[in-house]
């Protein structure tokens, strides 16, 4: 008798086609990073060197590298086997020892995402080339099929790809054709490369060429130039040679703040515009890289904004550690950023937050001795301070020009001696001054004799001093009486039209015309001279204020 048991069906996992759209075409929009997945293959495959080729009237881009290639199995169970991992067993190294860059297996469906066709040609040494062809319009078919990737078969690459490695040893070789990629310069694409795989800087016996050039430190002259200054992170065996080519005003290292194993840099520009170096809105920013490749742009951008520095600021942190066989993977699936909710990556923040202190204290302390603006929060400075040397440094600008720099350390000098504490100090007389003459014309007062005699005998010595020098026409714009009276004179009057808030300054006042006098001949006033005039001119400037709100009050 027959059973009517049936057997348990077997299931399997199918991958749709439209996988490799999510994970592929659509995850990967930025050109940079695809580059990055190709060099960061070569890195793997222990290649000497990479040579990039754009040719923009083909619309085709050729990749080449010197590693050590793929057999036939290779290229269909590992390269095409999306998820394939080379630290399978805990292996982190190449033959050659150097750190493996791919982790998670799919960051060689970027390829597919520039590009209408790509082939991808290999070779090991003493064998044939192998290879296959992908086309995107073929995929698109299939898709629209909803076909699944083991039911797509991939073309072979042209005859004149099959034969591109026959004349060398070992290598690999993409070839993409109808090239979709946005109006990026070549320098655009130099400074990049340069600035984000900084394989060529991190190990001699790697070098990347675009169009036969290497690239090296010199694509990064422009962004060097303009440097000013420099934060250290690490100890100098930690720094690769494109700090070297800075010649920075002010330097220090930032010490006992981040955890083992990170080092680096972070550095300002003379101003925000030195960091837009491509010409196409990009803007250098703190990127984080592992391993010697980017793994984040601007990774502390939303932690140093509210700061006017930060708009000068760019660097880079490598922190090769977190990317271990210990260590579970801390990147995103299109490999443009980190997971931030991670011990070893919030520590690195922590220390980030901590080293900003220093920093934006560090800005300011050496802008102002450059006599450039800096940070107006910081207390250094009053904001009263900041205003007048700026005032000061830009008469000196506009009188000196070509010769400024020379001058600086003069400035410097003054600066020292109580130039511009002195005045600002005077600039508070010169204030209250005219506010009180504004205010007691605006009442209408109406002057007795003691004052109209005061005002007189300046404005005779005024004539005089005109005839003497042979001026022909008064150069006063205001005559009135008022414009002849001292703060002195002036309180006293504002104090009448009130009664309610007598004032007696005579003693501040006498100081405060002495001091006045001394600056008026350009002379500078000693420490305690400066400290008697601010401290007079703030007194006198809080009484004038109550008398101001008292006379707006009574009327």
Known sequence: MESNVREPREFKFEFSLSVLDQLGRKLYRNFITILGEAVSNSWDADARNVWIELDRDRRQLRIRDDGIGMTESDMQDKFLKIGYTKRRGGATRTASNRPFIGAKGIGKLALLSCADRVQIISKVKGNDSVGCEIDNLIIDEAMSNDLSTDQLSLNLPS????????????????????????????????????????????????????????????????????????????????????????????????????????????????????????????????????????????????????????????????????????????????????????????????SLRKASVQIFDNWDEWRLKLRESGDEENKRLSRTQRATRTIVDEQAKSLFQDDYEKILKHLNVAQKEGLESNLANYSIIYTLENLLRSLIDEFDVHLDNKFQNIANGWRQSSDRLQVEAGVPVNCRLNDSDLYYLQLKDLIEIASSISQSLPISLDNRINSLKYLRNIIMHCAQLTEYGSNLLRDQSEAASAEVRLLVNDLYHSA
């Open 159 to 350: 005859p004149a790809g099959i034969t591109a490695l026959d004349a060398y040893a070992s290598g690999t070789f993409l070839i993409f054709d109808q090239l979709r990629v946005s109006n990026s310069t070549d320098e655009y694409l130099r400074k990049a490369l340069a600035l984000y795989f900084r394989f060529s800087f991190i190990d001699p016996t790697f070098t990347i060429h675009y169009n036969g050039i290497p690239i090296s430190e010199k694509d990064l002259k422009s962004l060097a130039d303009s440097t000013e200054f420099v934060w250290q992170i690490g100890t100098e065996e930690d720094q690769d040679s494109f700090l070297q080519t800075i010649d920075s005003k002010f330097s220090t290292k930032l010490s006992g703040v981040f955890p083992n194993g990170v080092h680096g840099f972070i550095a300002s520009t003379k101003a925000p515009k030195d960091l837009l170096i491509f010409g196409s809105g990009n803007r250098v920013g703190i990127d984080l890289f592992v391993n010697g490749r980017l793994r984040e742009r601007n990774f502390v951008e939303d932690r140093f904004s509210a700061r006017i520095a930060s708009q000068y600021l760019y660097g880079q942190i490598h922190f090769d550690a977190i990317d271990t066989d210990t260590t579970e993977d801390l990147f995103t699936t299109s490999r443009e950023g980190v997971i931030r909710d991670n011990p070893e990556v919030e520590a690195l923040i922590n």
